[in-house]
């Protein structure tokens, strides 16, 4: 620096240089609003397209209003086979995945113990590897012992379970790094014994991690396409229903279910916003 | 059972690992095993023989550079571009948001509720020939009266980038919500410049978002292949595309697992580059 700067900056500033500020401040502020629409774009798009009447087989024009496709969402033949099949998957690899990887998480944050090293790494391993890899490797697995696995529905099921453990490790860890370890001690001070402590004071207290590392792990099910579509074998998810008939036309109904997952999921979300704010606020209330 | 669990503290925590741990031990370590197993295979579908086919890795660079190249420029693009679209969002919504910051916070998140696939084709109806991204780009006269977007190496990368955002924007802005303000002022006060503040304090501090976000989208993306399947031609084709049709349609097994392997191998020495111009504390945090 040349100039020796004045006592108060902001009061000597000239009037360039506060229009400059001003614009600089406005222009970040323009830009964050033109971001957060190019994200939303896309999505107001699926949602649009969702009420189209294609003129024929490409939904990629907007040609005309209805409800239509909404009314008749499972008018195309394998849809609603393969959003069930979704929603099985999801609910069951997520409690299986769940159950897991809270377990885990609870042996790393609690326990010392020979190995936690190890443990985290392979915990790690799994999140920094490409999709195409996992699935790769799991289905020559499954090529090669298929008297043990057929492909279809248990072999999506053990795929999902395995690449979710990971993500609900994170999430539950989180929570419990921040968690008060004299709760448990006095727990057993009053003669309660590990396992009847574990069900009445650290599964409580952890619950909320393991909602919200659910919710992560069903999400990441039903949308998982890459791994799913290489073990899948003849069985479809609504993911690779979708890559099906992308080849060929998209009927306006995979909007209309996108859609749908999307609304739900921005409910439960929002509620969630909600609820953080209206404890934040409780909080500011009792300080 | 409690009695026998305060009898033997020291075998607690591996109970509590075992059901977890061998799941991913079968399922991701032992699978791993077979991949290398089928990549040194040689043979034709369904007779495939184990021969330490060391050829099958010089093959498939030998054939499929091309793609192997193509996947990392792409994926580093991509990497660069979120970084560049992401860091003044999140630099926002972490300073000027205030109580609207979950909110803008969910608008990131938001386009992962949409189903992969179907936020992908909806680039498709973006990008169409007929749309009216493509009719303004062309009275601008930017394309030609032919110029598509579409089926380009744009569409492709726009789309890793737009798939692969929130990777980006979300370690960015926890390491920029973690900055104490009082550091900022601190620089005021000794006068520095809010640009000089921004490149000496703010900027550092928010190097390790950056990291983990750069990894967190690099990798996956160099995987990518729906992108290149969706929005682009065989001419933009990545190695996850190649990969893909080798297990499921050519059922090249040992070509497929051959390049697994080598894109594994590919991505951990980017980030051993990586780790070495960033610093390898950085990179484990």
């Known amino acids: ?287 | 059972m409690g009695s026998f669990l305060h009898r033997h503290k020291g075998v607690t925590p591996y109970l509590l690992l075992a059901p977890g741990i061998l799941w991913l031990a079968i399922f991701f370590a032992i699978p791993l095993g077979f991949l290398g197993y089928q990549s040194l295979q040689s043979g034709l579908f369904p007779n495939f023989e184990f021969s330490w086919e060391f050829s099958n890795f010089s093959d498939g660079i030998r054939d499929y550079h091309e793609q192997l190249v193509r996947s990392f420029v792409y994926a580093g693009i991509a990497t660069v571009a979120c970084l560049v679209l992401a860091y003044p969002l999140v630099y926002w919504i972490a300073f000027r948001a205030g109580p609207w910051r979950n909110l803008f916070l969910l608008c990131i998140v938001a386009p992962f509720f949409v189903t992969y696939l179907v936020r992908t084709l909806a680039w498709l109806n973006i990008l169409a020939d007929q749309g009216p991204v493509v009719g303004l780009l062309r009275d601008l006269h930017v394309l030609g009266p032919d110029g598509r977007l579409l089926a380009t190496t744009f569409a492709v990368i726009s789309g890793i980038t737009y798939n692969f955002f929130p990777f980006m924007a979300l370690p960015i802005y926890v390491s920029l919500e973690q900055i104490d303000p009082r550091l900022l002022e601190a620089a005021k006060d000794l006068y520095a410049s809010s640009t000089q503040a921004f490149l000496r304090v703010t900027l550092p501090l928010s190097a390790p978002g950056i990291v983990a976000g750069t990894l967190l989208t690099f990798i996956p993306a160099a995987g990518d292949f729906i992108n290149a399947a969706l929005l682009g031609t065989p001419n933009q084709a990545m190695i996850g595309n190649v990969i893909q049709a080798k297990f499921l349609e050519s059922l090249d097994y040992p070509g497929a697992a051959s390049l697994s392997f080598i894109l594994m191998g590919l991505i951990l020495v980017a980030l051993l580059v990586y780790a070495k111009i960033v610093g390898s504390e950085r990179l484990t945090g």
């Open chain 1, 1 to 287: 620096m040349t100039s020796v700067p004045s006592a108060h900056p902001r009061a000597k500033r000239g009037l360039g240089a506060r229009v400059w500020a001003s614009a600089k401040h406005h222009a970040l502020t323009v830009y964050a609003l033109l971001a957060v629409g190019y994200l939303m774009l896309p999505i107001a798009v699926v949602i649009l397209f969702s009420f189209n009447k294609p003129p024929g087989r490409f939904n990629y024009v907007w040609e005309e209003f209805t409800f239509d496709n909404w009314l008749d969402w499972n008018a195309v033949l394998g849809i609603q086979d393969a959003i069930v099949t979704s929603l099985e998957v999801g609910l069951l690899a997520t409690v299986v995945a769940t159950a897991l990887g809270t377990l885990i998480a609870i042996a790393i944050v609690r326990h010392r113990f020979v190995g936690r090293g190890t443990t985290n790494l392979i915990v790690f391993l799994p999140m920094s590897t490409p999709e195409i890899v996992l699935g790769a490797s799991l289905l020559t697995l499954f090529l090669n012992t298929t008297a043990v696995f057929q492909l279809g529905f248990w072999t999506i099921f053990i795929a999902h379970v395995m690449f979710i453990v990971s993500f609900i490790v994170v999430t539950v860890k989180a929570r419990l790094i921040g968690f008060d370890r004299h709760l448990e001690e006095a727990a057993m001070d009053l003669g309660a014994n590990e396992v009847t402590t574990f069900r009445k004071v650290t599964l409580p207290l952890i619950a909320p991690a393991m909602l919200a590392a659910a919710l992560l792990g069903f999400a990441l099910s039903i949308d998982d396409f890459v791994i799913t579509y290489l073990v899948a074998g003849p069985e479809q998810t609504f993911p690779v229903f979708v890559w099906g008939v992308a080849r060929v036309s998209v009927p306006p109904q995979v909007n209309v279910v996108a859609s749908a997952i999307f609304l739900i999921a921005i409910a439960i979300a929002l509620a969630n916003v909600l609820w953080q704010y209206r404890s934040a606020k409780r909080l500011q209330g009792a300080t």
